[in-house]
């Protein structure tokens, strides 16, 4: 069973806007930290935003000012707004949520969707 569903993705043109969402399901809802992770084809995952139990965000340097993670007030949806999208923001968008580590600052991840394939045209 997914314990996280995303969707979303889909085909943009470039420096257009698209929100992805992340459901979680009953057995993610314990979880207080969450991810946006990106991967393509030939290539390892790589997290491109991050949110911790206190609400800080992190994101990876090509991405942060256009795109903004963030969770409904339920904290059972996780969002990834992207705006200005590029052809190398294309690519395979996992959601992921799992256990905030203090003293590695860190979230160990334990849940992961299916992914949503997002592709930006020229």
């Known amino acids: 069973p997914q314990q996280l569903t995303e969707s979303g993705g889909g085909s943009v043109q470039t420096g257009g806007s698209v929100r992805l969402s992340c459901v979680a399901s009953?057995?993610?809802?314990?979880?207080?930290?969450g991810a946006w992770f990106r991967q393509v084809a030939g290539k390892e995952r790589e997290v491109l935003a991050a949110?911790?139990?206190?609400?800080?965000?992190k994101y990876e340097k090509t991405v942060k000012g256009r795109f903004t993670i963030s969770e409904d007030d339920a904290k059972k949806t996780l969002f990834l707004q992207m705006k200005d999208l590029q052809p190398e923001d294309a690519g395979m968008y996992y959601c992921?949520?799992?256990?905030?580590?203090?003293?590695?600052?860190?979230?160990?991840?334990?849940?992961w969707g299916q992914g949503t394939q997002v592709t930006v045209s020229s």
């Open positions: 009953e057995s993610a809802s314990d979880s207080n930290c």
């Open positions: 949110i911790e139990p206190d609400g800080r965000t």
């Open positions: 992921t949520t799992g256990n905030y580590l203090r003293s590695a600052s860190s979230c160990q991840y334990k849940n």
